[in-house]
């Protein structure tokens, strides 16, 4: 196993100049990370001077049999955490031959919004908290939990310590720190309210480069997670029952929210939001009508309120905010298994583009 491991780290740079490349996309489900390695003839820093690539998108479920071929595009670049050096993760998003992006391309609208000149004045900054639950691999469990039974009541775990308490921890650190030495503005992790149930946050990050940074922690813990053999989950209500679900909080400022005063912008930002309510939520994930219940700390999904401190609102302003007068505020709406080019732009289009 050593001599494995060995190879596994072995250090090239030595011998050649030449870089490995790991392209990243979204595969047809919407949720289903995909990658392959290519060699590169030396470290590249700007994704306009990658090489666009392909794939055979009847296999991803991205394109008919007879006519398979998706182009990617790299689009952000960050450092690769597995194999060092000046190996690289590359950030696609996919087009047909003809140069359209193809229907499962969320990044393509969402890049267009935030490049209009409104929004580049509104430096929007964004911080996404990311939950999910790992699952034992045999049993599709999760992990901490008694095969076939269940743990003592919610509780004791959200961050919660011990080894009763805390299931992963390991994943979960791993996964920070790669996170941080692949470039990534990570803010923070705990452990979450469901045993088993983790949260790691990014941001604050600057307008698409949210959704790339969102969409590139998963693929890393994804891939700590198959290491370990354990089953990575998105899905917004794990378990049924008395048992937290598992979402995405968008936290969300604009420049004029940040400066003196901006509370009334914020204000009026939420009534906006309030306003398309309906639209929102259609486009904040699959299944979250499971974990949007009025209960475990989430809004009933049919009813939009915002408040201070309230975690059972749909968006919550802290009290810090309300303090300073100025700050931002969270959108509590979106599901662990949201995509963070859609929810982002979205919010955006709405609060600044859109004037009803
Ligand atoms: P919660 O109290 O809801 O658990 P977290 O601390 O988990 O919140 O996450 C808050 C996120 O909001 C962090 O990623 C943080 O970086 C981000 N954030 C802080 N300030 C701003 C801001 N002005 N605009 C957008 N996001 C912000
Ligand atoms: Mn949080
Ligand atoms: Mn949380
Ligand atoms: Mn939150």
Known sequence: MSALSDLINLDVSGSTDKIIAEYIWIGGSGMDLRSKARTLPGPVSDPSKLPKWNYDGSSTGQAPGDDSEVILYPQAIFKDPFRRGNNILVMCDSYTPQGDPIPTNKRYHAAKVFSHSDVLAEEPWFGIEQEYTLIQKEVKWPLGWPIGGYPGPQGPYYCGTGADKAFGRDIV?????????????????????????????????????????????????????????????????????????????????????????????????????GKKHKEHILAYGEGNERRLTGKHETADISNFKWGVANRGASVRVGRETEKANKGYFEDRRPSSNMDPYTVTSMIVETTILWKP
């Open 173 to 273: 650190d791993a996964h920070y720190k790669a996170c941080l030495y692949a470039g990534i503005n990570i803010s923070g992790t705990n452990g979450e309210v469901m045993p088993g149930q983790w949260e790691f946050q990014v941001g604050p990050s600057i307008g698409i480069s949210a959704g790339d940074q969102v969409w590139v922690a998963r693929y890393i813990l994804e891939r700590i997670t198959e290491m370990a053999g354990v089953v990575l989950s998105f899905d917004p209500k794990p378990v049924e029952g008395d048992w937290n679900g598992a979402g995405a909080h968008t936290n969300y400022s604009t420049k004029s929210m940040r400066s003196d005063g901006g509370y009334e912008v914020i204000k009026k930002a939420i009534e906006k939001l």
